[in-house]
């Protein structure tokens, strides 16, 4: 997904959806859209992408679709070229493609799951902000969002390769910062809590797993996907000028780090 804004300091985005997620990422598009931003949908799936089209059609949001599997190099490249034709410029890359194609005890995964979990939810994190940074700098900058997890600092039971790769994310936040800040471009990671996504049912659906989590959160409920996009709106916005390198951890309170 991609998003162009003239507000508060928002002008160009690309948001990558990938179907788990989608939540997430359509509340990052409509929180960048809302304050002004051209969004660059993209989805592996077309019923994905024109369904969060119509959504924020029907919201007043300027929108474009493509499928895209980020995992692909002809994809990736075909997105970038895309939305520089159709916005002329890049500002903002939102990355939030992620799999999990595996669950239970990670010395049971193999190296395929391994394989396909790091090529999508890491290598092309990575690949994608190569490929959008040479363009942001002829702009005089821009910013970069990494989607991360609570999964990243607290690996959950059964998802030990997906978190992992999460973990993954923040030391890529971390690598990437200093490298950019030389053009200007800023670089920071959210970590969300559970959060009522497609991904997560499994967790927030059952009551009782639900109850056990309300006992590690200062704010006893789960969270929403608005409530990510509102931080990610934040991290790309000019009040956040002087943040880069970070990651914001949106959970409710849980103690995953201090």
């Known amino acids: ?57 029907s919201q007043s949001i300027q929108v474009t679709g493509t499928t895209c599997n980020v995992g692909k190099g002809e994809d990736r490249e075909q997105l970038v070229q895309m939305t520089l034709d159709r916005c002329g410029a890049i500002d903002i890359l939102v990355s939030n493609a992620a ?45 970069v969002i ?50 009522k996504t497609r991904f997560s049912s499994a967790l927030w659906q059952n009551e009782g797993i639900v109850d056990e989590f309300k006992k590690q959160l200062c704010i006893k409920r789960v969270g929403e996907p608005e409530e990510i996009g509102s931080v990610i709106a934040f991290l790309c916005s000019k009040e956040a000028s002087y943040i880069t390198g970070e990651t914001i951890t949106v959970t409710g309170g849980m103690n995953c780090r201090l």
């Not at 391994?114 to 002829?138: C, G, Q, R, Y």
């Open 1 to 57: 997904m991609r998003v162009i804004t003239a507000v508060k300091g928002l002008k160009r985005c690309i948001i990558e959806l990938f179907s788990p997620l989608l939540r997430i990422g359509l509340a990052a598009a409509q929180a960048l859209g809302k304050r002004g931003a051209h969004v660059v949908v993209s989805s592996r799936r077309q019923a994905n992408v024109d369904k969060a089209v119509a959504l924020l059609q």
């Open 146 to 195: 990494f989607v991360s997890s609570v999964a990243g600092y607290q690996p959950m039971q059964a998802l030990g390769p997906y978190s992992v790769s999460k973990t993954a994310l923040l030391g890529l936040t971390r690598a990437l910062a200093p490298e950019l800040a030389q053009s200007n471009i800023r670089v920071n990671c959210v970590a969300p809590g559970i959060i």
């Open 99 to 143: 799999v999990n194609p595996f669950f239970g005890n990670i010395m049971d995964s193999t190296e395929e799951v391994w394989d396909k979990i790091l090529d999508v939810n890491v290598k092309s994190a990575f690949l994608m902000t190569k490929l959008v940074a040479p363009h942001m700098e002829k702009r005089g900058g821009g910013n």
